[in-house]
């Protein structure tokens, strides 16, 4: 067997390897995203049913900037880290960023219904998952949204800012639209994107499941704020 013959062997094991452990890498995402989704859900319902927790939370302005850097804080240290800190470190920082996360959405039940919260948690539930296999089976290249995508969420985070201090409800109402249609795009976008990028690995070794996580993380992300503007829209508010 000459050296091309070989590298062409090593190159089909390679292969094989890679369809055995794409599986395995993908299970693990939908896995860290679903277990952080239940944290951030009980810790949530925790806060939100505490009166003590929820007096600490929302009258000290201290500790919710606090709360709220942190959270920005977690997000682009994991994501920038990611190669420097171990498997174990990044997936504690992780279930922290989930509880953390949880408490400063706590307010939802206090601002909405608990049946429309549940409603519209299944509601995204199913548009994710939608989404998400949409970008999954598609033939079609998404990688193409990805800069449009990101310039406007970046518009649409300016536009909020801006919304903070104009207080329009005709601006918030159509900033909660385009903020479905930008995280719908991104479950499409991300899903694909974690897909291409699994289906390089060729062991589920710390390095994979590092690139697992981060995935995990993305579609998180894309859930909690898919449903934060469904809630916006569909929700209903306590009198």
């Known amino acids: 067997m000459d050296y091309r013959d070989l590298s062409t062997s090593f190159s089909r094991e390679q292969q094989l390897e890679a369809a055995a452990v794409f599986p395995v890498l993908m299970r693990k995402v939908y896995l860290w995203m679903t277990f952080a989704l239940i944290i951030t859900a009980i810790t949530a319902y925790v806060v939100g049913t505490s009166e003590t927790l929820l007096t600490a939370i929302y009258t000290n302005s201290v500790l919710f900037w606090g709360l709220i850097i942190a959270e ?12 420097k800190i171990s498997l174990t470190v990044a997936t504690l920082l992780f279930v922290l960023y989930s509880v953390i996360n949880g408490a400063t959405l706590s307010f939802i039940l206090l601002v909405y219904t608990a049946s429309s919260v549940v409603s519209v948690f ?4 199913g548009t994710f998952a939608a989404m998400a296999a949409y970008g999954y ?4 290249d998404l990688m193409s949204w990805g800069k449009y995508l990101v310039m406007a969420l970046i518009g649409l985070i300016i536009a909020s800012i801006v919304n903070v201090f104009t207080q329009s409800s005709g601006l918030q109402m159509i900033l909660n639209y385009a903020g479905v249609l930008i995280f719908v795009g991104l479950t499409a976008y991300d899903s694909q994107k974690i897909k291409v990028m699994l289906l390089q690995a060729t062991d589920a070794g710390e390095g994979a499941q590092k690139i697992a996580l981060l995935g995990a993380l993305s579609l998180y ?7 934060i503007y469904l809630l916006r829209i569909l929700g209903t508010r306590r009198d």
């Open 122 to 125: 299944f509601i995204t539930a």
């Open 221 to 227: 992300l894309d859930f909690i704020n898919l449903f």
């Open 72 to 83: 920005f804080a977690l997000v682009f240290g994991i994501t920038a880290a990611i190669n």
């Open 137 to 140: 089976f598609t033939k079609t």
